[in-house]
């Protein structure tokens, strides 16, 4: 048995319980910490879960930031120094993840608070999260305030990766799964994922098929 | 043990290489079927990982289009209409989701070429996939050309909602590993996720402690 809400139905749900439906319509997440730092050195980590992968070549990626949220920190510093770090989370680090998404003073260090470890990259002035297995540097390339809402959505090119070595495939494919990279459903709900099925590229006249690793 | 990867290894990498390794880094994705309708009535069906969620109030997501993709028809579909719908994946049809990738022609309809059933919801000219648990049609709102790589992102408002009753939770969260609603790593890695962990709304000071629901 299905269900159906018009707009107008969207519209009169409670404000939280319209942001939880919503959120959570839009299927699994890619969740990950930011890690940044201003540039009198205070050290910032906040939970995102609005990264989505725009280009490969070159390497860039894209972050929604809401107008008013606890990541405005991120945002400042990222903007302020064109330097930010993303980080995978697993099974082990969810509770601290989550709890960087607490309204902390900017004086407030969230790996402080949280119980997670900053870690530099040789060449980099940016905090990584040493729990982390699956990260890299990202350096800031452009801002689009959409006016749609109010949001922000910040761009921004890969420049170097750490992920652990027997993870990687023959053909570049990095199995996520084999980390317990955590994927969020809503606004609050830590997921890991079943081994998966990969399948060939798509032609027409052909059905797919499974590759076996 | 890990590995570093910089960004002078990670350009120098053969392209099919990068692609599949970048695209894998980025966590575990939102993958959805997009469908749509020209003018003319010729529904298409297309497969997307880059479905992001941008706010609850009003509700609006966004998606990136690719340049020179087999996505092409879908964007100028729905620049065409100003209509769309976006339809979960569950395992029984991984391999069609997966196989509209394939460059069919325009005046074909990969609902028909890989066995979807289109379904249209009252009042909206607008494909839905029947097969699908989870779906809403879009209005379109804006389109945006991000230079730094010629890709286009769509933003849209969400119109009308279909979901199984009983997977929405009394606060309005919708359990979407009940409907087995599948996530991307990757191009074509494709994975159901296991029963997750709610936490409840961080503060400074205390832990968020778990949802039971």
């Given at each position: 048995m299905?269900i159906q809400?018009s707009?107008?139905?969207?519209?009169q749900?409670p404000?939280?319980?319209r942001?939880?439906?919503?959120n959570s319509?839009?299927g699994?997440?890619?969740?990950?910490?930011?890690?940044t730092k201003?540039?009198?050195?205070?050290e910032n980590l906040?939970?995102v879960?609005s990264?989505?992968?725009?280009?490969?070549?070159p390497?860039?990626c894209?972050l929604?930031?809401?107008?008013?949220?606890?990541?405005?920190?991120?945002?400042d510093n990222?903007?302020?120094?064109?330097?930010?770090s993303?980080?995978h989370i697993?099974?082990?680090?969810?509770?601290?993840?989550?709890?960087?998404?607490?309204?902390?003073?900017?004086?407030?260090s969230?790996?402080?608070?949280?119980?997670l470890?900053?870690?530099?990259?040789e060449?980099?002035?940016?905090?990584?999260?040493?729990?982390?297995?699956?990260k890299w540097?990202?350096?800031f390339?452009e801002k689009?305030?959409?006016?749609?809402n109010?949001?922000?959505m910040?761009?921004?090119e890969i420049?170097q990766?750490?992920?652990?070595t027997?993870?990687?495939?023959?053909?570049g494919?990095?199995d996520?799964v084999s980390?317990e990279?955590?994927?969020?459903s809503?606004?609050?709900s830590y997921h890991?994922?079943?081994p998966?099925?990969?399948?060939t590229y798509a032609?027409?006249?052909t059905?797919?098929?499974?590759?076996?690793?």
């Amino acid at each position: 048995m299905s269900i159906q809400f018009s707009r107008e139905e969207i519209d009169q749900m409670p404000q939280r319980y319209r942001a939880t439906f919503i959120n959570s319509l839009g299927g699994f997440k890619s969740v990950v910490l930011i890690g940044t730092k201003d540039k009198n050195g205070q050290e910032n980590l906040s939970i995102v879960s609005s990264l989505f992968h725009i280009g490969a070549n070159p390497p860039l990626c894209g972050l929604i930031f809401r107008p008013d949220s606890v990541d405005r920190h991120t945002l400042d510093n990222l903007l302020e120094t064109g330097w930010y770090s993303i980080n995978h989370i697993h099974p082990g680090i969810i509770k601290k993840a989550h709890q960087t998404s607490a309204r902390y003073p900017k004086e407030v260090s969230e790996f402080d608070e949280v119980g997670l470890t900053p870690e530099y990259p040789e060449g980099f002035d940016v905090p990584m999260v040493k729990e982390s297995a699956v990260k890299w540097v990202m350096k800031f390339r452009e801002k689009h305030d959409l006016e749609i809402n109010g949001t922000h959505m910040v761009l921004g090119e890969i420049i170097q990766v750490v992920v652990p070595t027997d993870c990687i495939k023959e053909d570049g494919f990095v199995d996520i799964v084999s980390t317990e990279t955590t994927t969020c459903s809503g606004l609050d709900s830590y997921h890991t994922v079943k081994p998966g099925t990969r399948l060939t590229y798509a032609k027409p006249d052909t059905w797919p098929e499974e590759i076996k690793s």
